[in-house]
């Protein structure tokens, strides 16, 4: 299996641009999650998604956020209108719902908005 | 949630054993205790998890005080591949969640 796959991996924008960061998770997974890694904040854990329902979105941080799972095998996270201080890695992992199971993380999404 | 508290950095020799310790005073009962370790410009990759007993996989060990409040890591030959950022965190059996607390930074001298 390649893994979870991210796309853009690095991404530069302006300002009041709209930014679409994309997860393909493994196969056969049906838990997804999106976390934003800052250097001020660390690891945040923005929303998870079990079996394509999203449970949890409180970590996401206003309105300008939203993910979506259209199906088993696709995830976005879009943010409009983006601002600076949006930049950070974005990763997305996923895992195979259980109640102890380890999360597999993608490489990130480096977004710079300028 | 529960917050997991560990030092901001550590330091080893190479092919010496390493001893990562992580307090979860607050760890609920279904709480499960999770490493996972992050490597420059990568994703956190999972290293080892637990409940109440010692643990042992390819990668680590992993051991648990009794009352639940404490956790070592423990890597029996550091190598240079290991320096890493290492999380200690905790995955909440009632809602799904890692909470990722701020890591250790540990260094790996040859």
């Known amino acids: 299996d390649a893994g979870v796959i991210q796309s853009p991996r690095h991404e530069v924008t302006e300002m009041g641009q709209e930014v679409t960061l994309r997860c393909k998770p493994i196969?056969?997974?049906?838990?997804l999650f999106w976390y934003r890694q800052t250097m001020m904040r660390g690891l945040e854990l923005l929303i998870y998604f079990n079996n394509n329902v999203p449970i949890d979105d409180s970590g996401m941080p206003e309105d300008r956020f939203s993910a979506k799972m259209p199906n088993a095998s696709f995830s976005t996270l879009k943010i409009q209108p983006s601002e600076p201080r949006d930049s950070a890695v974005y990763f997305c992992?996923?895992?195979?719902?259980?109640?102890?199971?380890?999360?597999?993380f993608g490489p990130g999404t480096r977004l710079t908005v300028l | 949630d529960a917050k997991t508290t560990q030092p901001n950095s550590m330091e080893s020799n190479e092919e010496e054993p390493v001893h990562l310790p992580c307090n979860h005073s607050t760890i609920s009962g279904t709480d499960y205790i999770h490493w996972y370790r992050q490597l420059p410009s990568q994703g956190p990759e999972y290293v080892i998890h637990?409940?109440?007993s010692n643990v042992n996989n390819r990668m680590a060990s992993l051991a648990i005080a009794e009352d639940r409040k404490s956790s070592t890591l423990i890597l029996h030959r550091a190598t240079l591949r290991d320096a890493a950022v290492y999380y200690c965190t905790l995955l909440s059996s009632n809602t799904g969640k890692l909470i990722f607390g701020q890591g250790t930074t540990l260094q790996v001298k040859p």
């Open positions: 637990g409940l109440t």
């Open positions: 992992a996923s895992s195979l719902y259980q109640r102890e199971n380890e999360q597999f």
């Open positions: 196969s056969g997974h049906n838990s």
